[in-house]
């Protein structure tokens, strides 16, 4: 039976005066703060703080055994989605005064992690960097295909001449493929992005991108780099399994 925490009443009309008074106080972030901080620094200490509270560690998890550790944080304009090494899901909605954490739901990442906040001392600048790039993606993506549109001749040549990786974009190739291994997902996929903006033609990142993507449950984005791949070359070997791999993420995007 799951015991429940009952605060005595002299401690609890003092702490609901002060969360009011808190709430009360808008956030404003440091000046240049997106400048200042990238977004796989901003999702790491996420994540080390929601540890450190004891919602997952790496070893064990306080009173509450079997849970699994936190490899993933990934955030839209309204809410934190947080996965655990056992493929479990969490979601929760973001408050947009303190920009803290108010309300999970889910499938039982972690007992009792419904009641978890993470206040302005804590992470709040952190979940900004992250909301405010959710907040951006779309025009970002936007712009990206119409620049992909107009120059896919030129990448489809590149593509078909398996021109050499410049350093740059080979150093982030590499992290990626080690965050992969690690499961670190939303990392990959960043790296990969990276990557994709200095050599945009080339197909195995679009791929690989788009499978990191699909394990993240970001399957809007994982459809959109795959339709890249399948355009930079149309005749590739696995072009039909390629295309199954959208159909599907179509089906998991409508749950």
Avoid at 110 to 130: F, K, R
Avoid at 177 to 194: I, P, S, T
Wanted: proline share 5%; hydrophobic share 45%.
């Amino acid at each position: 039976m799951k015991s429940v925490h009952r605060w005595p009443k002299a401690m609890l009309y003092p702490a609901m005066l002060m969360l009011l008074v808190a709430c009360a106080t808008p956030y404003v972030p440091a000046p240049d703060l997106m400048k200042k901080m990238s977004v796989m620094q901003a999702r790491k200490a996420v994540i080390n703080k929601l540890m450190r509270k004891n919602i997952c560690t790496s070893g064990s998890c306080g009173m509450s055994a079997g849970l699994k550790p936190i490899t993933g944080v990934r955030v839209t304009p309204t809410s934190l989605i947080i996965a655990d090494a056992g493929g479990h899901k969490r979601v929760f909605q973001l408050n947009a005064i303190k920009l803290s954490i108010i309300k999970g739901r889910g499938d039982g990442l972690a007992t009792g992690i419904d009641n978890i906040q993470i206040t302005n001392t804590e992470a709040t600048d952190e979940l900004y960097v992250l909301q405010q790039n959710a907040i951006n993606a779309p025009k970002a993506a936007d712009e990206y295909e119409a620049f992909f549109a107009a120059s896919l001749t030129d990448f489809r040549h590149k593509a078909a001449s398996n021109t050499v990786l410049p350093e740059a974009a080979n150093k982030y190739k590499v992290q990626a493929e080690g965050a992969v291994r690690d499961k670190a997902f939303d990392d990959a996929a960043d790296l990969y992005a990276a990557a994709l903006k200095i050599v945009p033609w080339w197909p195995v990142g679009h791929f690989n991108r788009a499978l990191v993507l699909g394990e993240t449950g970001d399957y809007g984005d994982a459809k959109r780099e795959m339709k890249y791949y399948l355009q930079l070359v149309p005749d590739a070997p696995n072009a039909r399994a390629a295309q199954d791999k959208i159909y599907e993420w179509a089906r998991l995007e409508s749950k």
